[in-house]
């Protein structure tokens, strides 16, 4: 079989990898077309790829992504923006309701679309029956890319995958258009945890979308107008190697790689992307004098772990009581750094962050988790749809301050930890809802494999249930 994958950027593909490997190791032939290669931030290259193309040299390989050029590039750009926007804009079911990510989305938008929108009667009618209506006919009207489907009837895959699709400025709506013009299965992946409810709508539906978990599929029901058959819970593939590590390193050896005095407990701070707060070194220099205060010299270190896109904050920036690492990134991605990042989490005595999906990661580690909310933060934080999903899990200590916080990890340190099992059902459930021995990437990838043969979805989703979509090994 032959799979096509369309896709953002190498980000996206590490989200997948797992997928493309088990397809390739099965005598598939897979291929990635991107939007890009490389980030400037955690070194994020072309490596991955290169890598599982040596692997594979006959059966894996990647390109750019085609895109769309003239009149209609720019005709459907305004317009998915324009959608994208509106969807915050809805009085029911919006995509989401910060003010943070409506005025992302309106920033996407093209100058001339965004200052018309700015006018509120040009805004009403826009986003009218008779504007949205509009809206679906540019989208209808426009003819197919040509270079796309010449690419498909050559190259005749089986099944067209693209991910993350609903993003802004997506080149990949026009990879799903054409294979189901010639009636090839096609299937979205929402890449992470947050994306139905902080980036934008489809402007296309496909023949099914995999998701990670049972919340995401009453998202794309209730936000996203895709029906609960064409939905599909994989799991998270993207986290599949957080079940696989185990310790390697001592408590005093880790402690001597990462700063941290060996004499004294440690608590991680998992700090946020730019987007979701500015400054968060202030934050966490009132964290660490609030545990001075509170316990004095058995306060313990606060080991700060950076976001790889947010390093530069902390640059010649030291704070008493604070330790900064990895100070860099050389390749995050790696299991190199993958394997330093669960020894961060799993010699802590308990993990604190604002929202990130790091927390996500460290209750896979099980270990006690803490967020503070704050006023300053709330739009990203409590005020965003997505981390409802983490709170009303109940595996969170959620405190309302510093005060409260220091409580909390004074607790942790004297070894509390009265939601172990409440993380675990967490786990189960949004993480790995096939069973916690069961990878994601193994359910996703034998999916695919049955609707490339043409199963339907609900055969698929009946192989699942009864065990017998993954063979035995």
Known sequence: MKFLFAIQNTAHFLNYRRVAESLCAGGHNVVFHLEYVEKPWANLTERPLADLKDKYPDRFGYSD?????????????????????????????????????????????PPRARQALSIAPIRKLAFSKAGWAAMDFVENVAPLEKRVMDYLRREKPDLVVA?????????????????????????????????????????????????????????????????????????APSLDIWFELTPKLSYEEFCRESGVDPGKDYIVYLCSSKSIIKREDEFIRKLAESLKARMGDNSPVILARPHPEHTEVWNDNHIPGVAVYPSRYDAYYDREAKGIFYHTLYHGKCVMGI???????????????????????????????????????????????????????????????GRKTARRDFVGSFVRPWGLETPA???????????????????VKALAGSGALVPAS
């Open 355 to 417: 929202n990130t999906t790091a927390i996500i990661e460290a209750a896979i580690v099980s270990r006690p988790c803490i967020s503070v909310t704050a006023p300053e933060y709330a739009d990203t934080h409590t005020g965003s749809s997505h981390f409802h999903h983490l709170l009303n899990a109940g595996f969170i200590d959620v405190a309302s301050g510093f005060e409260s916080a220091v409580e909390l990890v004074a607790g942790a340190i004297a070894g509390k930890d």
């Open 163 to 235: 991910s993350p699709y609903i993003f802004p400025h997506s080149e990949q709506i026009d990879y799903i258009k054409c294979a189901k013009a010639l009636n090839i299965p096609t299937v979205v992946g929402i890449a992470s945890w947050d994306n139905l409810t902080t980036k934008g709508l489809f402007q296309v539906y496909p023949d099914s979308v995999f998701v990670w978990n049972q919340p995401q599929v009453e998202e794309l029901k209730n936000i996203h107008g895709v029906s609960p058959e064409q939905a599909f819970t994989t799991g």
């Open 65 to 109: 992504i085609i895109r769309r050029n003239g009149f209609w590039r720019k005709a459907l750009f305004t317009k998915r923006e324009m959608a994208n926007y509106g969807g915050y804009l809805r009085k029911e079911n919006p995509i989401a309701t910060s003010n943070y990510t409506r005025e992302r989305a309106e920033a996407k938008m």
């Open 441 to 459: 990437s193994a359910i996703m990838a034998h999916a695919l494999i049955n609707l490339a043969e043409g199963k339907t979805l609900s055969e």
